[in-house]
């Protein structure tokens, strides 16, 4: 679930392994960059956490950013139901 705090979306996903949440962070960047938003993530192990705020409208969270956590919620569901 996406939380909207400090003007971001964060939201923190698990997967079985790292080999798992890089193919989710790869699906991602595609999906990123077809829509010209791109977020900031950390990744250690099998954790991925991302953080959506729209840099060019003051660093606030903007209609791109919930079309962002729309698409990367979609990846997820197809990593993480897939084990």
């Given at each position: 679930m996406w939380?909207?705090?400090e003007n971001a979306l964060t939201q923190s996903f698990i997967f079985?392994?790292?080999q798992q949440a890089f193919a989710f962070?790869?699906?991602v960047a595609a999906a990123a960059?077809?829509?010209n938003h791109h977020?900031?993530?950390s990744n250690v192990y099998n954790r991925v956490e991302i953080k959506l705020t729209t840099h060019d409208a003051g660093n606030v969270v903007?209609?791109?950013d919930w079309e962002l956590a729309k698409r990367i919620d979609e990846v997820a569901?197809?990593?993480i139901n897939n084990d």
């Open positions: 939380i909207e705090q079985k392994d790292f962070m790869t699906a960059e077809e829509l977020p900031w993530w903007t209609q791109k569901e197809k990593y």
